[in-house]
Nanobody, 128 residues
């Protein structure tokens, strides 16, 4: 069982930056692909970014590419989402997720059903 705890959300003005963190329990963190998803009120959950277990490969959704960056520190069992150039449409609850899939060791995963563990989420609000 893996427990995930997000932090770093908050209120920021458009154009600002935030850095989200997701701390994971367990000894085999580097074998899990990690991802960030978000869900705005009244909308479906949306993939934001993913990173392979070994950390060598990342994938970002088109809507955030060039503004957001996912990274991980396997020594600290933590994955990050650096968010720059925030827009009001980025407002959502952001959740991290971990996947046990062997594919995820070397490839980022994009689909929610590929993930096995989810955090509670952290609110990000961007004011205009």
């Amino acid at each position: 069982q893996v427990q995930l705890v997000e932090s770093g959300g908050g209120l920021v003005q458009a154009g600002g930056s935030l850095r989200l963190s997701c701390a994971a329990s367990g000894r085999t963190f580097s074998t899990y692909a990690m991802g960030w998803f978000r869900q705005a009120p009244g909308k479906e959950r949306e993939f934001v970014a993913g990173i392979s277990g070994r950390g060598g490969i990342t994938y970002h959704a088109r809507s955030v590419k060039g503004r957001f960056t996912i990274s991980r520190d396997n020594a600290k069992n933590t994955v990050y989402l650096q968010m720059n150039g925030l827009k009001p449409e980025d407002t959502a609850v952001y959740s991290c997720a971990a996947s046990k899939s062997r594919l995820g060791v070397d490839l980022p995963l994009q689909r929610g059903y590929e993930y096995d563990y989810w955090g509670q989420g952290t609110q990000v609000t961007v004011s205009s």
